[in-house]
T-cell receptor, first 115, second 111 residues
Framework: GAGVSQSPSNKVTEKGKDVELRCDPISGHTALYWYRQSLGQGLEFLIYFQGNSAPDKSGLPSDRFSAERTGGSVSTLTIQRTQQEDSAVYLC?????????????FGSGTRLTVV | DQQVKQNSPSLSVQEGRISILNCDYTNSMFDYFLWYKKYPAEGPTFLISISSIKDKNEDGRFTVFLNKSAKHLSLHIVPSQPGDSAVYFCAASAYGNDMRFGAGTRLTVKP
């Protein structure tokens, strides 16, 4: 597609349930990133995929968070046993390798609310 | 460990005047700096960038200045327009790796 697509756009879940957030990057973009923005906070780095390399998971806040990227394209961020502090907007971004300005293209995000 | 800091959560300016948004960083390995603009319910969009080998980059009404010795960069918008009202994020990366973002500054341009 023309842009980065994220689904669902909104998700309300009960505390303790698992959720999956999906990201479809721009075709041909080899790098994919997940960030989250909690209320009143900046963008917090979560995880980074680059081609076939092992992902950089250094930003994942706990072992309840995991992410996959299948076939070098679509990525799924999974949060197990959700907690209220997981409520945030989860943003996915992709970029092509190299590039003139390292600029990322972001999706519109998934707003997760844990009640 | 906040490596990129935007110490002003909000800024209000009059239409036609200059908006100056500031950003400080701590990691001397950062070699690329970017500004993103974010409207409500949308993802951030790339605005302007600067490499560490430069101290200024200009694109229309937007100019980014980099002071490496002070580890400081700023975004100037001249003249400011009401449509510029948004949250502006400063970001930095080292050797093309993941970007680190500041907390953002909400700019309001009053007509």
């Amino acid at each position: 597609g023309a842009g980065v697509s994220q689904s669902p756009s909104n998700k309300v879940t009960e505390k303790g349930k698992d959720v999956e957030l999906r990201c479809d990057p721009i075709s041909g973009h080899t790098a994919l990133y997940w960030y989250r923005q909690s209320l009143g906070q900046g963008l917090e780095f979560l995880i980074y995929f680059q081609g076939n390399s092992a992902p950089d998971k250094s930003g994942l806040p706990s072992d309840r968070f995991s992410a996959e990227r299948t076939g070098g394209s679509v990525s799924t961020l999974t949060i197990q046993r959700t907690q209220q502090e997981d409520s945030a907007v989860y943003l996915c971004a992709s970029r092509r390798a190299g590039g003139e300005n390292y600029g990322y293209t972001f999706g519109s995000g998934t707003r997760l609310t844990v009640v | 460990d906040q490596q990129v800091k935007q110490n002003s959560p909000s800024l209000s300016v009059q239409e036609g005047r200059i908006s100056i948004l500031n950003c400080d960083y701590t990691n001397s390995m950062f070699d690329y700096f970017l500004w993103y603009k974010k409207y409500p319910a949308e993802g951030p969009t790339f605005l302007i960038s600067i490499s560490s080998i430069k101290d200024k980059n200009e694109d229309g009404r937007f100019t980014v200045f980099l002071n490496k010795s002070a580890k400081h960069l700023s975004l100037h918008i001249v003249p400011s327009q009401p449509g510029d009202s948004a949250v502006y994020f400063c970001a930095a990366s080292a050797y093309g790796n993941d970007m680190r973002f500041g907390a953002g500054t909400r700019l309001t341009v009053k007509p």
